[in-house]
Each structure stands twice: as structure tokens, then as C-alpha cells.
């Protein structure tokens, strides 16, 4: 008996879209440091968002 190879089932998977206060979330909470955290606070506005009006986990 032989099987295919490289034949498998699929499924769709919904894109999803994230809102800008959804990235800016991103982008502050995966701040490594705090240089990387005032660069991230630096592109939150340039999103046209209040990085202090996200919520998020400033880093340690």
C-alpha cells in the first residue's frame, strides 16, 4: 500500500486585525529595557496614540 506524499488536509483560519491601540499594546509590552521602552512610546504616538492611555507591562 502507498500513500501520497505531501498531501494533507487544510483549514482557513480567520485573518485578524489588530486596532492601533492593539499594536501599540505590542509594542510597549515587549519593551526588553527601557531604551527599547522609550522607543516603543516614540512609535505608540507616532500611531497617533497617548502611550500613558494603553494598557500595557513596562519593563523591569
Do not use: C, W
Not at 501599540?24 to 521602552?37: G, I
Not at 522607543?39 to 502611550?51: F, I, M, S, T, W
Amino acid at each position: 500500500m502507498f500513500t501520497e506524499v505531501g498531501k494533507r488536509g487544510a483549514i482557513v483560519v480567520p485573518v485578524e486585525r489588530y486596532s492601533p491601540k492593539r499594536k501599540a499594546e505590542f509594542l510597549l509590552s515587549n519593551a526588553v529595557d527601557e531604551a527599547d521602552y522609550r522607543q516603543a512610546r516614540k512609535e505608540v504616538r507616532k500611531l497617533g496614540l497617548d502611550p500613558d492611555s494603553v494598557p500595557h507591562l513596562r519593563p523591569q
